[in-house]
Structures are given as C-alpha cells and as structure tokens.
C-alpha cells in the first residue's frame, strides 16, 4: 500500500510532464527518474519541437539523469512514465539497467512488450498506475489532432 | 557491381569514425548517413565519453541529420554503421522511417536481428559490406582492454 501511494505519487509528477508535452502540440507522454524518493530528472516528448524522433521523453530523462549522476547507469533509480515505452527507450532502459520502470497504460501497436521482453533481466516492471488519467490524456490529444 | 562499390565507400566512411571512436578509448562503432549520394551526418559511439547510454553512433547521427535536413524523417537516406545496430537503434530506425540500412557485421549478442525485425517495413537492409575490417577493429579493441 506504502509503496502505491507512493508510485501514485511519481507517476502523477510524470503525468505533469505529459500535460507540458500536450500543451506544446507534442503526444503526450511524461518521465520522471527517481533514487532515493528524490526525482532528478523530468522529461516530456519533445520530437516535434526538436525535429528529432530520437527525443522521446525517456531518452530524454535517461540523459538527464546520467548527467545527475555522472554515471551512465541508472541501477539504483526507478523510471515513471505515463506509456508503456517503445522499442527505443526498452532498449536504452536495457543499457541503463534500470532497477525498476513504472507505467500507466500499455500501447498495444508500439509499445516495447509486442517483441518480448527487451528490458534487463534486472529491471522490476509495474504497470497500470493511473492508466485511465494517462489515456484519457493521449485520446483527447488524437482526438483535438482529428479536428 | 556499382551499388557495391558505392556502399564499401560509404561503409569505409563509417569505419574511419570507428576509429576515432577506437581512439578515445570506446567501443569502435561508426556511422554516417548519406542522402543523394552526400554524407549529411557522421557519428562515433561516444558513451563513455558523454557518460551516457543512448549516446550510440546511431542515435547522434540521426540527430545530426535530422538537423541538417530540418525534418525528422530520413525517408531518402541511407545510414552506413560499422556493426549491426541494437534494439535502442534498430528503434530510433523504425521511427526515422529510414530508406536503407547498410551495416558490416552481425553483432550476435545485442544485435536487433535478434528479436525479430524491429525495422520499419520500408526500410531495406544490407548486411556484410567489410564485415572483416569491422570484426577486426572490434576484437582488436576488446583484446586490447582485457591486457
């Protein structure tokens, strides 16, 4: 339970950074990197803005929180993020050796679990952490897009 | 026959970066991108030296270029790496929607080949071009580290 609210807690932060993401035209998907109760990396998608599908919010987190640490690998750290990440960030979360990744919704066409498990063996998943505040965020994004 | 002769140019392109990577004391993998026959990006591994995970010759080469063409997607390009990219670059690949994929060596371990193809179904694939100048120039590296 201690640990729930405490996930709820994270994940809404991250959330923050997905409504940052939305209001800049950009899908909304949030990050933040926590060790020790402490966030010390924020993040949100960014690939419209930097002209870059390399800048996901996780990459960009990833980076962060590397400089933070001065140190590449994020083995101490839990990553929250408001999507199930993509084939990419799964595979920079694989180098990083992340302790844990925390999620709210799965995505069923990119998200990184449609190929199997691409995470180190390592790293702890929760999922389904918010999962209805982080949908309805991405379908009402799509849907304003459509108009 | 020219095709060939055209990708072992842009392939050797490629392995000089590796060098320079070799050089600094990282993992020797090098990349350029090329568009209509020009290189637009050239790129180096430099994780160690950035301290930083997702700093593969593929994802700042990508970022380079997208740069340089003011657009994120790599629709007429060609990337030319001196090792077979792994899932976090086999993932930025699928999302650049890249034209080709030149590569010389398979890399059997962390290569993305091995989950499958995480490609973009229009990206085409080349495998081979100088595999033992790449293959060398890596365990050369790694020989080098473990005296």
Redesign the interface.
């Known amino acids: 339970m201690k640990d729930l609210i405490k996930h709820e807690y994270f994940i809404r932060k991250a959330l923050e950074e997905a409504h940052k993401a939305s209001e800049k035209g950009e899908v909304p998907v949030g990050v933040v990197i926590v060790i020790d109760n402490k966030i010390i990396a924020r993040a949100h998608n960014l690939?419209?803005t930097l002209?870059?599908?390399?800048a996901h919010a996780e990459?960009l987190a990833?980076?962060s929180a590397?400089?933070f640490l001065?140190?590449?690998?994020l083995k101490d750290c839990t990553m929250y993020v408001t999507l199930e990440p993509?084939?990419?960030?799964?595979?920079?979360l694989?180098?990083?050796q992340i302790k844990q990744l925390v999620f709210c919704a799965f995505d069923f066409k990119r998200g990184y679990s449609q190929?199997?498990n691409?995470l180190h063996p390592k790293t702890n998943v929760i999922s389904g952490i918010c999962e209805t505040e982080s949908s309805t965020l991405l379908k009402e994004f799509f849907r304003s897009k459509r108009k």
Not at 51 to 54: F, L, R
Not at 70 to 73: C, H, M
Not at 86 to 92: I, K, T
Request: hydrophobic share 30%; proline share 0%.
């Open positions: 690939t419209q002209n870059d599908v390399t990459i990833i980076t590397s400089n001065n140190g590449k690998y993509c084939v990419m960030c799964a595979g920079a694989y180098w990083s190929h199997g691409l």
